[in-house]
Structure formats: structure tokens, C-alpha cells
């Protein structure tokens, strides 16, 4: 399995990170050379091995299903880039 | 006169509490090393009114007679993974630069609730991806160690805790929180020759901290002896509702606990550490530790962990997939940078700031993260990862048969000179080949400086214990201090 650059621009725009054409270019081969490497993992049988789903044995807690926490809205505005009346700003989303 | 900066946690603690010298003068003189230390580039913020202000209420609770906090009046760094509430936290990231959290993490207010007072925010790897603070965004930390010999290439202070290991081997602070996720809080300690320990996956919150890899960021101290580590740790561990990993535990009394006799304990060398091309200073160093735990009454048995090979790239799959998907909160809307040209709708505004905001590293790693999350080849990479990684924790169970501890060193190599593996990642990445099994599995492992190389720079030995028993990591630590003896310090340069 090889990245080719059309790969890396696809996997970008999934990641949601605008990349170059250049930028493209010189990412192919290192992540090519990354994942051949990862690759090596294939030969391990784990036919009947189930996957790590939690490091250490914790049962996730429950809390009550009450509000605990609210009237933040300053608080939470506080670092926006952009805010207006108590909202985040974002570009037009529907022309 | 002493220098009070030359003293560890412990020492200004007690001396602060007896009146040997006021918190005060602790802080001021710290406050003037940190000033003074800009060459290293271990700070991105400097807050010296935080280390004075808890100074003041020590010294207050002092002539008031008050019984003093755990760690009245002493001040450490913290690293800029972790929140702080009305001061600048970006995790050495430009995405998040000029960010001011309205919270405090909890370890970080845990440490002010005991008394400890902050002297500013640690430079590190960017989002803590890195293993020689080259990608911060913020300029890379300079190792305060330099090679003998009148070679003044400037080195790699280890990463991504990285701004706090140079900061402490170069005493301009005592002690200083860490954080780890494949190895971050001990590969530095052991290129600085400081202590360091990764605790229990869930011992420490990640409430607050900023996150690279959920399953795996855990939370230490990092200081320049085994105690102040474990006093450290008492004050940074806990139980918190909020995290719904954090276990729900008391804290044990590590430092009273502590203790340097190993008898009747048996120590696992394994195997599989012994890899191809491992410089003889570190075989030899390894040796000694070995004889070092013999004296202390251990026991040496060899052990197998026949998966070793296999954690490092199970790591490079793990890391990035989760990285990839915690990452994705940095987006222009709710906090940080935005980049946003006229004209350009919200997916471009998204992408723009992500480009912009994101170093190199950080940005590959969220590409390989995306990559094996991708339909098609989820199976092939993450679910197989997932699987080795239950045949590593495995291995350590398997292991837990045989010895109550393993020894091993903690990197494949002294520090290196910056720049001489930053052009090819996975040079980087093998770095990280002793510390990241432990990780995978969530077992504590510490960092003990043993020795110097041929070079003069610090080599370091790690301990690696059961789930929960960071007592018998902290008194094998405590068991090769007592005789290695370290006591070499960098000259000062800076």
C-alpha cells in the first residue's frame, strides 16, 4: 500500500487541514515511510485476540442527570475569535 | 549562605516550615533564576506574581501559626499542557496562542491548593508530540547540558516535557509538573539527569489538561530526586469526578512509605530491551543498575516480553488516531486562531486555521491519525493496534508472575544535538522504543539518572512497575539514587 499524493490530499481535507500542492508532494514519501514501517504490525496473530478498550480496569461512573453546571455564556465566549449577542461567529454557512 | 535554589522540594518545604528562610526569599530568588534564564527558552510565560503570592500566604500562615500546606510556599513550573485559569495556555502551539482558560486543571489546582506557587508556563513539544522540544511554536528548548570538550552544539533537552527538564536541571525551578503519553515525562528526565515518573494510567486527572491521546496522557512530577518526586505526586494525584478515567482511589503515602531496601523483592530484566545497536555506555549503565538493585537485597530474574517489538508502531497508530480525533476541537469557532480571507466560506475557514495553526509534526501526525481511522482501513491499522496492545499489557501481566518490578534504561541513547534527528521522524519516533510499552500498558514507570556518558551528558534507568505500585517504582528509584551517587549539574552557560 503506497500514499500517493492524491491520497494525502484527500486524507487532508478529511483532517480539514488545506495543504499544497507542494506541501502534498513532500508529505507522500514521509508518511509512505511511516506507515511501511506500521506496517510490521500485520504480521502479529491476533486471530483471537480482542482489542484494548480501556488500559486499566474502571467501570465508567454514572452521574445524576441533573444540570450542574450552566449560565456561562460569558465565560464560555470568552476566547472566541468572534462572538456577537451571546454567539459564536461563523462565515455564512447557507447562501 | 545557602542558595536556596540549589535546594529540592523537600528542603525548602521543611526549611520554610522551620524558618531556616522565608517562602518569600524561596520565591524571589527563584523568580530572579527564571528571569535570568532566557538563553534556554524553558519558559513561553513567565508568572512570577503567582510564585509570590503564594509565598506571601505561607510566610502569612507561618507568623500566624498556622499548620502550613503540604507545599507552603515552594514554587515549580508547569508545564503549558495544562490549564491555567487567567494565564496564557497554548500548548507550545500557534493555534492556541493568546487562549486564557476561565478554569484551572485539576493537577494544577491541586498543587495550588496545597500551597505551591506557579513561576510560569513550561515550553514543551508542540501538543506534546515531539521527543526534543523542536516543534514547539515557540522555539525550541536548549538543554542546559552541553558534550565535554568545548563542543557547544546546543542539545536536545529531551521532549515533550522538555521546557520542564531544563528548567529544573538548570535549577531555575525545584520541581515541575510533566506530562507523559509515550514516554514524555521520562525520556527528558533521563537527558536532563533529573527523576521523573509516569504514574498509573487514572491516578492523576486529565481534567484540563489539553489532550494528544486520551487513552495514554497521564500526568507526573518531574524533579531532581526520587522524594520530591513522590511528594510531588501526593499533591498532584486524586480522585475527580470530573475526568471519568480518573480512578477512584485514595492516595497513598509515597514519601513517608519510601524506602530504599529491596529485599525479598524480585526485579525482571527483559530480554527483548537488549536491541541491535545499543550504544555499550547504556548496556554497561544497565548492568550497573542491575548490580546497583542487587545491593539494595533485590532479586534479578530474566523475563520475556516477546511484543516488544511491535509497541512502537502500535504507538505511531494509537497516538495519531486519537491525537487526530482530539485535535479536531481546534477549529476557528470556540477558542483561538482564526484565519478567515474575504470570501471564504466555513470548510475554507477550517482548514485555513488548522494550516495555519498547526506545526509540522502536529499536522502529519493528525494525517496519519486520519488516515488509519479511514474507512477501509480501520481494521487493518487501528482495530490490529488495539489488538497488540492487549498482547503487550499481556506480556507485562505475564510478566507480573515472575518479579514485582523491571528494570531497563530509559533511552536508547544520551541527548542528541538539535537538529540531527529532527529531518526524519521516525529516527524520532525510535526514540521512544523503551518508554512507550509501559505506556501502552498504563503502568507506572519512573526515570533515575545513573551515570554519565563518555560525553559527560546524563544517561537515565527506568523501573517499571505493576498497576497501582508507583511505592515499589519510587523505592527502586530511591535504591539506585542512593547509590549512583548523581550529582553532576550543567555548568551554567546561560
Redesign the interface.
Known sequence: MS?DTA??KK?????????SDADAER?AP??N???G??E???E?D?AN????????P?T??L?EDVVTEGKQRD??L?????GEHGF?T????VE | MTDVTDLGIAQLRDGIRIGSFSAREVADAFVVKVSRAKALNAFIVETPDHAIAAAKDADAARAAGETLKPLAGVPIGMKDLFATKGVQTTAASHILEG????YESTVSQRLWDAGAGMLGKLNMDQFAMGSSNETSYFGNVISPWRRGGGDNAPLAPGGSSGGSSAAIAARVVPGATGTDTGGSIRQPAAFTGISGIKP???RCSRWGVVAFAS??DQAGPMARSVKDCAILLENMAGFD?KD??S??LPVPKWEANLSGNLRGKKIGIPKEYRVDGMPAEIEALWQQGIDWLKDAGAEIVEVSLP?T??AL??Y??IAPAEA?SNL?RY????????E?AEG?????????T??AG?GDEV??R???????L?AGFYD??Y?????????I?RDFENAWTYCDLLLTPTAPSAAFALGDKSAD??AM?LNDVFTVPSS???LPAMSVPGGLDKGGLPLGLQIIGK?LDEQGVLDAGLAIEERAGFTARPESWW
Open positions: 500514499v491520497t494525502v486524507v487532508a481535507s478529511l483532517a480539514r487541514i488545506a495543504i508529505l514521509e508518511l515511510n511511516i506507515l514501517w506500521i510490521q504490525l500485520s502479529v491476533t485476540v480482542e482489542p484494548t478498550t480501556a488500559v486499566i474502571n465508567l461512573r452521574r465565560a464560555v470568552q476566547n472566541a475569535p468572534q459564536f461563523v462565515p455564512k454557512v | 487562549f486564557k482558560p476561565v498509573t494510567y487514572g487513552s495514554l469526578p471519568s478515567t480512578l477512584e511484543h517489538k511491535y508502531p502500535a505511531y497508530i487526530s479536531a477549529d476557528g469557532v470556540r477558542y483561538g486562531l482564526r478567515l471564504q466560506n466555513l470548510q475554507d475557514m477550517y482548514a485555513a488548522r494550516a498547526f499536522k502529519r493528525i494525517l496519519i491519525g486520519t488516515y488509519v479511514s487493518a491499522y482495530t490490529q493496534a488495539q489488538k497488540v496492545r492487549t498482547l499489557a521522524p521516525l519516533y501502552l500498558a498504563g498497576p
